[in-house]
């Protein structure tokens, strides 16, 4: 199995930057496609972005897209979402999924899921 744990969330003032971090321990990480979603009250769980297992293809929502970059270091089983220029509307809990299908993490579907991490942007 894949264990991932979330951190680096925090209060930001909008327009302010933020690095999540998501380290995994299990067999094999570096075969796994790798995503963050997130969810904000009262609202359903979103997929924010997603990386390939070597790396070499990213994916966006289109609402970071420009704000957001996602990488990944497989030597030190780690992902990474930095997140500048935050908005009000980035306000939710953070969660980092794993899977050896990249459609299934897309699409919300991924095998192994993080505790999440709260990252709240403040106007």
């Known amino acids: 199995q894949v264990q991932l744990v979330e951190s680096g969330g925090g209060l930001v003032q909008a327009g302010g930057s933020l690095r999540l971090s998501c380290a995994a321990s299990g067999r094999t990480f570096s075969s796994y496609a790798m995503g963050w979603f997130r969810q904000a009250p009262g609202k359903e769980r979103e997929f924010v972005a997603a990386i390939s297992w070597s790396g070499a293809r990213t994916f966006y929502a289109n609402s970071v897209k420009g704000r957001f970059t996602i990488a990944r270091d497989n030597a030190k089983n780690t992902v990474y979402l930095q997140m500048n220029s935050l908005k009000p509307e980035d306000t939710a809990v953070y969660y980092c999924?794993?899977?050896?299908?990249?459609?299934?993490?897309?699409?919300?579907?991924?095998?192994?899921w993080g505790q999440g991490t709260q990252v709240t942007v403040s106007s």
């Open positions: 999924a794993a899977d050896l299908n990249s459609l299934t993490v897309r699409n919300g579907q991924g095998r192994y």
